[in-house]
């Protein structure tokens, strides 16, 4: 009898294509819920760190001594430094700005007053959301500055809708940058600008704790300039300023230091603790030692710029 081998082993073998087809979609299925989860986690952090701070008096009062001026930033931005960005990447009232991860909007709310600029921020935190839109209705802004809650590299916007795509002391903990800086390209428009600050490592070093292990992912300066180059920036332009970003950090350890009995009622044990022996000390600590820096990334989408399709990156992580 004549047995048909084709026939025979066809079937199994479409078997282990679906079987594999079935394993991979399990996979990018499972993938996608643990990054969800990890993503819910990192808002309700957040979240919970915005809300608690909105209502610390002693925070506030700190903020104020540590900075010149103080306008509600979170993170180790001098007012300096804002005018900086609306003159590098040529601000004016004419442009439509996007902030990534702008926080409560205290420095967004400053840019776009001192440059008269139209805003849209998108942030992680509904919280933060939520005071970023009240502080812009309170200093009769709303118009002209909006906020959005989004998660990035993620940019829900069309193709050349902004003028100018800014970052503040975000970026370096976006894992996929490649996909954030595609995205930033899309979402410009031709002759548009990029600039962002952002922390980053300066040489090796091992882990001690849970901000040093933090800091280990931080990227080099070397390949931030690459990943901008193959999102076709072009006249990449680096600023360091890990000088501006020690002296303020210090001055900020000193200050939790003394006011640590009143941030421990109003912030909790745990908060102070993480600020006090987590982030910001132990960004101060490796900075002091020449590990981590701060320098201000600005780049220019080319005037015939066009947009490729073909170069789309997934939007997600
Ligand atoms: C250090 S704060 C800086 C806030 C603000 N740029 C400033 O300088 O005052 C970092 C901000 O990044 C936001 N963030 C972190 N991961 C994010 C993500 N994947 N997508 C959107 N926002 C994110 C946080 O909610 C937070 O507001």
């Given at each position: 009898?004549?047995?048909?081998?084709?026939?025979r082993?066809?079937?199994?073998?479409?078997?282990?294509?679906?079987?594999?087809?079935?394993?991979?979609l399990?996979?990018?299925?499972?993938?996608?819920?643990?990054?969800?989860?990890?993503?819910?986690?990192?808002?309700?952090?957040?979240?919970?760190?915005?809300?608690?701070?909105?209502?610390?008096?002693?925070?506030?009062?700190?903020?104020?001594?540590?900075?010149?001026?103080?306008?509600?930033?979170?993170?180790?931005?001098?007012?300096t430094?804002?005018?900086?960005?609306?003159?590098?990447?040529?601000?004016?009232?004419?442009?439509?700005?996007?902030?990534?991860?702008?926080?409560?909007?205290?420095?967004?709310?400053?840019?776009?007053?001192?440059?008269?600029?139209?805003l849209?921020?998108?942030?992680?935190?509904?919280?933060?959301?939520?005071?970023?839109?009240?502080?812009?209705?309170?200093?009769?802004?709303?118009?002209r500055?909006?906020?959005?809650?989004?998660?990035?590299?993620e940019?829900?916007?069309?193709?050349?809708?902004?003028?100018?795509?800014?970052?503040?002391?975000?970026?370096?903990?976006?894992?996929?940058?490649?996909?954030?800086?595609?995205?930033?390209?899309?979402?410009?428009?031709?002759?548009?600008?990029?600039?962002?600050?952002?922390?980053?490592?300066?040489?090796?070093?091992?882990?001690?704790?849970?901000?040093?292990?933090?800091?280990?992912?931080?990227?080099?300066?070397?390949?931030?300039?690459k990943?901008?180059?193959?999102?076709d920036?072009?006249d990449?332009?680096?600023?360091?300023?890990?000088?501006?970003?020690?002296?303020?950090?210090?001055?900020?350890?000193?200050?939790?230091q003394?006011?640590?009995?009143?941030l421990d009622?109003?912030?909790?044990?745990?908060?102070?603790?993480?600020?006090?022996?987590?982030?910001?000390r132990?960004?101060?600590?490796?900075?002091?030692e020449?590990?981590?820096?701060?320098?201000?990334?600005?780049?220019?989408?080319?005037?015939?710029?066009?947009?490729?399709?073909?170069?789309?990156?997934?939007?997600?992580?």
């Amino acid at each position: 009898m004549l047995v048909n081998l084709e026939n025979r082993y066809r079937l199994p073998a479409r078997l282990a294509r679906a079987r594999a087809r079935i394993g991979l979609l399990f996979a990018k299925l499972v993938n996608r819920y643990m990054k969800s989860i990890k993503m819910a986690r990192l808002q309700r952090g957040f979240d919970e760190t915005f809300s608690k701070m909105a209502e610390s008096p002693t925070w506030e009062a700190l903020c104020c001594q540590v900075f010149d001026q103080y306008v509600g930033q979170l993170s180790f931005t001098p007012v300096t430094q804002i005018h900086l960005l609306v003159e590098k990447l040529h601000i004016t009232s004419q442009s439509h700005v996007l902030e990534l991860a702008p926080g409560t909007g205290g420095l967004s709310l400053y840019l776009a007053k001192v440059s008269g600029c139209r805003l849209t921020g998108l942030d992680i935190s509904p919280v933060a959301v939520k005071t970023a839109k009240k502080q812009a209705m309170l200093q009769g802004m709303s118009e002209r500055v909006n906020f959005e809650v989004g998660i990035l590299p993620e940019l829900p916007y069309q193709q050349s809708s902004f003028d100018v795509v800014i970052s503040i002391d975000s970026v370096y903990g976006i894992l996929d940058k490649s996909a954030l800086f595609h995205g930033c390209y899309r979402v410009l428009r031709p002759g548009g600008y990029l600039g962002f600050y952002t922390l980053y490592k300066r040489r090796k070093f091992y882990a001690e704790s849970v901000m040093h292990a933090r800091a280990l992912h931080w990227f080099p300066l070397q390949p931030y300039s690459k990943l901008l180059e193959e999102a076709d920036f072009k006249d990449i332009l680096k600023m360091d300023l890990t000088a501006d970003f020690v002296r303020l950090a210090k001055q900020w350890v000193k200050a939790i230091q003394e006011n640590r009995a009143s941030l421990d009622k109003e912030l909790g044990k745990k908060m102070t603790k993480g600020l006090l022996a987590g982030d910001i000390r132990t960004a101060w600590a490796l900075a002091t030692e020449g590990y981590v820096g701060r320098a201000l990334f600005k780049a220019q989408k080319p005037l015939h710029g066009e947009w490729h399709s073909t170069l789309q990156v997934s939007a997600c992580c």
